[in-house]
Nanobody, 127 residues
Framework: QVQLAESGGGLVQAGGSLRLSCAASGRTFSYYAMGWFRRVPGKDREFVAAISRSGENTYYVDYVKDRFTISRDNDKSTVYLQMHSLNPEDTAVYYC????????????????????WGQGTQVTVSS
């Protein structure tokens, strides 16, 4: 099991930017594919972005493409979500998640495929 701790959330005006970080501890970070999800009150958790163990492959939900970038630093055991051009619809609690995998190139978009989750960080975008 890996422990995950998100940070970097906050209040930002529409059009602004934030960078979320997710620090991992407890296991070898490079064994894990990572993902970012978000949840709006009253709705299911939804996929935002994913990255493979090696970082060579990434995938995004359509409505964040060209605005969000997922990256990772395996030496720092941290995954990032850089968010630009934020709009009020991006307001949510953002969670990072980890999945052990033997594949260096696979990424995962389904919440059920992830083993470990962080506690979440609130992102609020004002209009």
């Amino acid at each position: 099991q890996v422990q995950l701790a998100e940070s970097g959330g906050g209040l930002v005006q529409a059009g602004g930017s934030l960078r979320l970080s997710c620090a991992a501890s407890g296991r070898t970070f490079s064994y894990y594919a990572m993902g970012w999800f978000r949840r709006v009150p009253g709705k299911d958790r939804e996929f935002v972005a994913a990255i493979s163990r090696s970082g060579e492959n990434t995938y995004y939900v359509d409505y964040v493409k060209d605005r969000f970038t997922i990256s990772r630093d395996n030496d720092k055991s941290t995954v990032y979500l850089q968010m630009h051009s934020l709009n009020p619809e991006d307001t949510a609690v953002y969670y990072c998640a980890a999945r052990t995998t033997s594949s260096s190139g696979n990424y995962y978009t389904l919440p059920s495929l992830y083993n470990d989750w962080g506690q979440g960080t609130q992102v609020t975008v004002s209009s």
